[in-house]
């Protein structure tokens, strides 16, 4: 059974959904703290390949799979504060630009940390892989992981949402990423709010690290690196000012990029780069500050 | 008025590092030839990111076509077949020396700025960063499959490796004497405007896309032309043209320090140094009698956690931004000069 007017199938339709899902999460951990740091965090990938390689030694060690996805949360929180205070809280002055360089540094150098401690090879995180075998829904096949990809997503953006709008820190991390400095003279105390993005986006990169892994079970040193290069073309694609519109930013990215992978032919699905970055550009002349922001933002002097 | 000063430091660090490399072993030469290129390489960046202030990741794209011109061009007819099955008959019959490779290699780099920078021009910021990392991911994909222009994944073999000390370092001055002219040219300064204050710039009636284009098409024909260099002197493959050069260059870049001519040259010379030791040791060296033999992988760390300190510790990079002038006594009553930012 197919869609016919795209060509697509049920599974195509699925997997987009699920990568589009596991996307937005990206974006939200992408753009979380964006709003309160003005920094695009470009080592957000290596976070979910050090949360990915806390799986595959968990299920090297015949651990159970709760006990490997606790490790997999501890392993990324532990470094997303390291990052904070090492690398992000020194330079908050700096300008944006300086900031992409320096988590572009620090991308490649937990690279080739992972590179050196674990070889080039990758290993095998194999406990969840039962996630992958399909479900039958009235004839259609899809597998358990497209669906538990949708809810997880989906249930960690409501709960991100109640978050953000019904709690304290929440109003403040809004606060900070509308105007820093007002917030600040109101009493939002700058370091709490910062450490609490962090936390918040450090738990969707261990959320992410699970269900990327589950798809794609063999960890090398560059796990999640292209899906970090798209996701933040997504991000700058839906806008940066809101975490709502580059969570669509994120989920437009990927849910774009598994139809294309399904929809080309096989002889030009090599080229899904090509098409998909080349929109990206194409849509970023149109809309600088990006396709779901309202209104054009003026740079005041 | 002295008016070529500034660039006397660059173009002696170039110098010297030619000097030192014919000095030195032919193994070791790789290395200084190596480092060279890079110079080449971090000032074309240096030409459109320091004078613009707008990041680019995009360059190495252009690297990338340059190194694919002079190399699909300079292979010999004979082997081209072997290499690259399918590559467009047009380019299977043409075969061109040394110095037109390198002209044509800086012609597609420049063809393909003005291209891309037609459009992209008009980003700043992030969305210029991201647009210009799509760029580099396009080129790469391309160049990657499309096996009619090159050998697709295979390494570049066959190219005549005529990049050696005297070609690099002629290169090298090149690239630092075109993006010398360029900055003390009214373009130049123009540009330079735009990046202190982008609405002060415009309000004196300074178009910052017309500047920016005209930088980026430059530093696109210096890039290519790097490329051209680059392919003399190593069989590359897609892979070296990618992400890992980009790093490594733009680390060159910030580490010297992005606003001067000077930062670029002694980023590229400090940074490839280092990273052509640790190459070395890699491989197992011995240093002042002791033998250092470290894992693969080191060079990226220590460069990568370099990158990281001098941005954290020092933003201006090793030089501050600054050129070398020769010292003077200043007039009195002439007003102190201003810190570059």
Same mark, same amino acid.
């Given at each position: ?22 996307? &937005? ?180 990169? &261990? ?48 849910? &774009? ?45 | ?26 193994? !070791? ?90 459009? $992209?021009?008009? $980003? ?37 490796? !005529? !990049? ?8 090298? $001055? ?112 011995? $240093? ?54």
């Amino acid at each position: 059974m197919t869609l016919a007017i795209l060509n697509v199938s049920w599974q195509t339709l699925a997997d987009a959904l699920a990568l589009g899902g596991v996307y &937005a999460l990206m974006a939200v951990g992408i753009g979380l703290v964006f709003g309160v740091l003005r920094l695009v965090n470009f080592a957000y990938g290596q976070l979910i390949m050090a949360g990915a390689y806390a799986l595959a030694f968990a299920s090297q060690w015949g651990w159970p799979s709760w006990g490997g996805i606790l490790l997999c949360f501890a392993v990324v929180l532990a470094l997303s504060v390291a990052l904070d205070r090492l690398v992000f809280r020194p330079l908050r002055t700096q300008s944006p630009a300086v900031m992409l360089v320096a988590t572009f540094a620090i991308a490649f150098l937990l690279q080739s940390i992972a590179l050196l401690a674990f070889g080039p090879l990758g290993k095998i995180a194999s406990s969840l892989a039962p996630l992958n075998r399909p479900w039958t829904i009235s004839g259609v096949d899809i597998r358990k992981i497209a669906i538990v990809a949708i809810v997880v997503a989906a249930g960690c953006l409501l709960l991100l949402q109640l978050l953000l709008t019904r709690t304290s820190v929440g109003l403040q991390m809004r606060a900070a990423a509308m105007d820093f400095g007002t917030a600040r003279l109101l009493g939002v105390r700058a370091n709490r709010v910062i450490g609490g993005a962090v936390l918040v986006s450090g738990v969707l990169a &261990a959320v992410v690290a699970v269900m990327l892994t589950v798809q794609n079970p063999l960890v090398t040193p560059d796990f999640a690196l292209r899906d970090t290069i798209v996701v933040l073309a997504g991000v700058v694609l839906g806008g940066l000012n809101r975490p709502i519109s580059a969570t669509l930013g994120g989920f437009a990215i990927g849910f &774009a990029s598994g139809i294309l992978g399904g929809a080309l032919p096989t002889n030009q699905s090599q080229y899904l780069p090509t098409f998909l970055f080349a929109a990206v550009i194409l849509v970023l002349l149109v809309r600088p500050n990006g396709l779901f922001t309202r209104g054009g933002v003026v740079e005041r002097v | 008025m002295r008016r070529g000063e500034e660039l006397l430091a660059p173009a002696a660090l170039v110098l010297a590092t030619a000097l030192l490399g014919l000095a030195v072993s032919a193994s !070791t030469q790789t290395y200084f030839v190596d480092t060279l290129v890079k110079v080449s390489l971090v000032v074309a960046l240096y030409l459109f990111i320091g004078n613009s202030g707008v990041l680019s990741f995009g360059h190495v794209s252009f690297v990338a076509v340059g190194a694919w011109t002079a190399g699909v061009l300079s292979v010999p007819r004979a082997e081209k077949p072997a290499i690259m099955p399918n590559l467009a008959h047009v380019l299977r019959e043409t075969t061109v020396g040394n110095v037109p490779s390198l002209a044509l290699a800086a012609l597609a780099g420049l063809v393909l700025a003005l291209l891309v920078g037609l459009p $992209l021009m008009r $980003l700043s910021g992030l969305a210029a960063g991201i647009a210009t990392f799509g760029v580099l991911e396009i080129v790469d994909n391309v160049l990657r499959y499309y096996e009619k222009i090159g050998p697709g994944l295979n390494a570049f073999s066959s190219v005549p490796e !005529t !990049t050696g000390v005297w070609q690099a370092a002629v290169g090298a $001055l090149l690239a630092v004497g075109l993006a010398f002219a360029y900055q003390r040219s009214r373009f130049g300064r123009m540009l330079r405007a735009t990046r202190e204050d982008p609405a002060a710039a415009s309000a004196a009636g300074i178009s910052v896309y017309r500047q920016r284009l005209l930088a980026f098409a430059l530093s696109g024909a210096v890039a290519g032309f790097a490329g051209g260099l680059y392919i003399h002197l190593l069989p590359l493959n897609v892979d070296s043209l990618y992400l890992d050069l980009t790093f490594v260059t733009l680390a060159m870049l910030v580490v010297g320090g992005s606003g001067s001519l000077l930062g670029a040259v002694v980023g590229a010379l400090a940074v490839s140094g280092l990273d052509s030791f640790l190459a070395a040791a890699e491989n197992g060296v011995d $240093l002042l009698g002791v033998h250092l033999d470290l894992p693969a992988g080191t060079r990226v760390i220590v460069v990568g956690v370099l990158m990281a300190l001098v941005l954290v510790l020092r933003p201006g990079g090793l030089t501050g931004g600054r050129e070398l002038r020769l010292p003077r006594r200043r007039r009195p009553g002439s007003p102190a000069p201003a810190e570059a930012a």
